[in-house]
């Protein structure tokens, strides 16, 4: 399992996401039906079979976030992005995800950006921050 695991990340990274073809002939290399890599592939919730934006935000949308301001920030970056939760900007810039818990609650509320954490948001902070990725 690990090489495959292996394998579909290597592969993400070098298209942003795991094209149709690409299942296909790891199918067939791995002697494994396509469902059962689409079963692995939704398990993760970072690999994606649909292209994605050059950014991916993740803002938690778990209870502590909640009650420390979460709800706001969700729904300025909806106004600023023009796109809801799972959804890429028209200049595929941004992916926006609304995410459980990222295990941060003493910090929250809490937002990622590709690999990057930002902690303590507001919404003016939060907003700032996305302007700054290209
Ligand atoms: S509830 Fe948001 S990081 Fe835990």
Redesign the pocket.
């Known amino acids: 399992m690990r090489i495959l695991i292996n394998e579909l990340a290597e592969i993400q990274k070098e298209f942003g996401y795991i094209p149709e073809n690409e299942i296909e002939r790891l199918a067939i290399e791995m002697n494994m039906q396509k469902t059962q890599l689409y079963g692995v592939i939704s398990f993760y919730s970072r690999l994606y079979t649909e292209k994605k934006g050059r950014n991916i935000i993740r803002v938690?949308k778990?209870?502590?976030?909640?009650m420390n301001g979460?709800k706001a920030i969700r729904e300025a970056i909806i106004i600023h992005l023009g796109v809801g939760d799972s959804m890429t900007t028209e200049d595929e810039r941004f992916t926006l995800e609304f995410v459980e818990?990222?295990?941060?609650?003493n910090v929250?509320?809490?937002m990622t950006i590709n690999d990057a954490v930002y902690e303590n948001l507001t919404v003016e902070k939060a907003i700032e921050i996305i302007d700054s990725f290209e």
């Open positions: 938690c778990s209870v502590t976030c909640g979460s818990c990222l295990g941060l609650c929250s509320p809490v």
